[in-house]
C-alpha cells in the first residue's frame, strides 16, 4: 500500500517495507533524495545504495522528477530528520530535465514564482500557504455548519448591482462591434442572451437577505469579481467572500459574530497546521531581516495569530476614531496622502492602519459610519447622518470586514434609494423582504483572500490565490 510522506513521518513502522510516490526536491552526493507528495511541508530523506543502483536511473533523479520508491523505514543516521528510507526500488515515473526547469532548489522571488503560478505550487512557500487557505475555507464551512448556518449558493451572474455602484464587468453574448443596437444607438439588450443587462456579482449579500429571511442563519462563500482598476497588493480582480446573512442580529450581534467566527477560524488553523505555519513563520522572520527596524514586525507570526484569538477587538465610532485622526500626529504633519479634514471624510487604508498598528495596537471594528460614505441598505441612526455600518480592521491589511445591520423599515430604505437614483423596480424582490415580514437583519462580507493573507503573513494579495485575477493579467 502507498503511505504518504506526512505519514512515514510520523510513523513507528521502522524497519518495515514502506512505499512511496512523490516528487524530487533535492538530490545530492549521488546518495540523497529529498522526496515531497505534498501531504506536508516536510520532505522525507531517501538513501539511494548508488553501488546498485543503475546509473542511468541515477542520471534521472533529478529535481522535480517523479518517483516511486520502495525501501525501509529505518532511523535516520543525519541529523535533521527521525526516520529515512533505506531505498531497495526506485522507479522513475516522469523525468524533469534539469536545465529547463524553472523551480530550482534556490530561493526565488516572488515575482518570479507569479509568472510561473502553475510550477509555484512545488515550492515550500506557496505549498504551505495554499494548504493554509484550504485549512481555513474548511474551518470556514466547520463554524458555520456548526453554529447553525446554511450554506447558500448566491448566483454568480447577477441583474442587479448591490453597492448601486459600477465597477462591474459585463456578461453578455454580444460580440463587440456587432452587438444589436436600438433606434437610439445604445445596445439592445433585450436581444442578449438573458434578455437584459447583466453582470458578473460583486456581493452575494442582497440575495442572501432574502434567503436569511426565511432560513434564519445563511452564508454564502464563493467567488466575486470587481472590475475596479486598483492595482493594490489587497485588491483582485476575482477574489472569494464570506458572507454570514442572520435574520433578527442587530449591530452588536453582528460585530460579535464577526469577531468570534475570525477567531475561531484562527485557532482552528493555530491547531491543525503547525508546521505549515512554523514553515511561514521563518519565512517572515527572515524577510523581516532585510527591512529597516522600524517596518519590522515585533511580534513571530504564530504569537500574531495567538494576540488575535486571546484579545477583545476594539469597538470604535467612525466620529471617535475621526477624531483620534484629526487630532493624531501624522495628520497634524500633513503624512497622510489623505488629510482628515472635516467629519465624514471616508477613511483610507492608511487611516484604517495607523488607528490599528499605532494607536490601538489590536483590531479593531469601526461603527455607526456617515451615510454618505456607506451603500444604501445600511441602516439609518436617530441621528439621521450615520448608518449602523461595521468594518472589521486589521494590523498590515486594514480592512478585512464590511458589514452592517440592514435597513428593514420599508419606507426609510424607499427613500434612500430616491435619494441615490436606484431604481426600484429593479430591486423589487428585495423590497418584498420590507413588505412581508420584515425585520432587523445583519449581517457582513470578509475577503476571504484577505484573511489568508493575515494568517500566513505574505503580503501581496496575488500570493494567496492560486492563479490571480488583476487588470492587465488573466493568464493560467
Ligand atoms: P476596500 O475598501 O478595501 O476596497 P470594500 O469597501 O470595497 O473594500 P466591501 O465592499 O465592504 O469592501 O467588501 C467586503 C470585503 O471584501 C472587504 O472587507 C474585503 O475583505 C474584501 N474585498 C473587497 N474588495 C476586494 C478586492 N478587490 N479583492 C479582495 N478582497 C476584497
Ligand atoms: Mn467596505
Redesign the pocket.
Known sequence: MRSTVSELLSSDKILQEVYLKGWVRTFRSNRFIAVNDGSTINNIQCVVDFENTDEAILKRISTGAAVAITGTLIESQGKGQKVEIAVTKLEILGDSNADEYPIQPKKHSLEFLRENAHLRIRTNTFSAVMRLRSALSFAVHKYFNENGFYNFHAPLVTGSDA?GAGEMFKVTTFEANKAPLKEDGSIDYSKDFFGKETNLT??GQLEAETYAMALGKVYTFGPTF?A?N?NTT????E?W?IEPEVAFNDLDDNMDLGEDFIKSVISYVLEHCKDDLKFLEDRLLQEEKSKPQAQRSDMPLREKLQFITENNFKRVSYTEAYEILRNCKPNKKKKFQFPITEWGVDLQ?EHERFLVEKHFKCPVILFDYPATIKAFYMRLNEDGKTVRAM?ILFPGI?????GSQREERLDVLLEKMKALDIDEKELWWYLDTRKFGTAVHSG????F??LVLFVTGMSN?RDVIPFPRTPQNADF
Do not use: K, T, W
Open positions: 453597492e460583486v456581493s470587481r475596479e486598483s489587497r485588491h483582485l480582480a477574489f467572500m487604508s468594518d486594514g480592512e478585512i470586514v464590511g457582513f462580507g470578509l475577503g483572500e484577505r494579495i
